[in-house]
């Protein structure tokens, strides 16, 4: 962690990226484990708040955590002149992916919601091709990702075909958040080179916060709800854990590291989230997952070297 905040000054111009070290990449894997947890816990919070409201929540708790962090790093909250535009861009990608995300929980599964949110690796290898200058995609990287994909397959090993209703309202609704995260990891990487890294992670959960609760007090009637222990524990755990700390974190390896690189960690989320939504939630843990765990782990030990 320390590394990572020594190298927090702002890059004026270009795109380097330095290599991941091994610092780095155990704090990806925290992170994106941490992150697999996310949908069993909001899954928790919408048994007693509406979705959208539920986010709402998360993201105000999660403003008020990055604003104190500021706050001790005596970083400047207040975006400078020539930051609004970048900062604008970054807070609407955040918004509609959340948002969709937060959708395709609440209409499908916690364990389908983790698996298919995490195809975006592939889109941010694809994107960074094209867009980030100096990541482009090695056969080496393919290879990996490749095995890694092969582990998301072995998790719904049999279970192809089988989604109907809401369920399949909610998978393909995931998927196009795969897609906007995917996009918005891309356009972190040339955020972070021209905004403090710290107002990034403020301001789109200030946006999020306050996009959200008004939608959710306006039309989902938020004030009725009545959670219980459990379900204020979630939204504790989503605004301080998820959103303060693993944001944070994430953003700032992105803006040390090349995004693809990083973005091969994600392979790690869908394993824990599959595995605590069969524990927690009593979802159905498939017969692939032991097969599946050794792909993605290979496939992110292979990627990252390349």
Not at 224 to 235: F, K, N, Q, T, Y
Request: aromatic share 10%.
């Amino acid at each position: 962690m320390s590394e990572l905040l020594a190298e927090e000054s702002v890059v004026e111009t270009g795109h380097a990226s330095a290599p991941l070290s091994s610092s780095s990449a155990l704090l990806a894997t925290m992170i994106t484990a941490l992150w697999g947890t996310n949908p069993t816990a909001l899954k928790i919070a919408m048994r007693a708040f509406p979705p959208i409201g539920s986010s709402g929540l998360r993201f105000a708790i999660a403003a008020l955590g990055v604003w104190a962090w500021c706050g001790l790093r005596r970083v400047r909250a207040w975006p400078q002149r020539g930051e609004w535009v970048w900062l604008a861009v970054t807070a609407v990608l955040f918004i509609v992916q959340i948002a969709t995300f937060t959708l395709g929980v609440y209409w499908g599964t916690a364990g389908h919601s983790i698996v298919l949110l995490h195809t975006y690796p592939f889109l941010v290898v694809a994107m960074a091709h094209f867009l980030i200058p100096g990541e482009r995609a090695s056969a080496g990287k393919m290879v990996g990702l490749a095995a890694a994909f092969g582990g998301i397959v072995a998790l719904f090993a049999g279970e192809w075909g089988s989604w109907h209703g809401k369920e399949l309202q909610g998978d393909a609704v995931q998927l196009f958040s795969a897609f906007v995260l995917a996009a918005q990891v891309v356009f972190l990487k040339h955020a972070v080179a021209r905004v403090d890294t710290n107002r990034v992670v403020l301001w789109q959960m200030v946006a999020g916060g306050l996009v959200f609760l008004g939608y959710s007090l306006g039309f989902e009637g938020l004030m009725s709800a009545r959670p219980g222990a459990m379900e204020l524990a979630a939204v504790l755990y989503q605004g301080l854990v998820i959103g303060t700390l693993c944001f944070t974190i994430w953003t700032l390896l992105i803006e040390k590291h090349a995004a693809s690189r990083v973005a091969i960690f994600g392979f790690i989320a869908p394993l824990v989230g599959v595995g605590l939504s069969a524990v927690a939630l009593g979802e159905p843990l498939t017969a692939g997952l032991l097969v599946s765990a050794s792909l993605v782990a290979l496939g992110i030990v292979v990627a990252s070297k390349f």
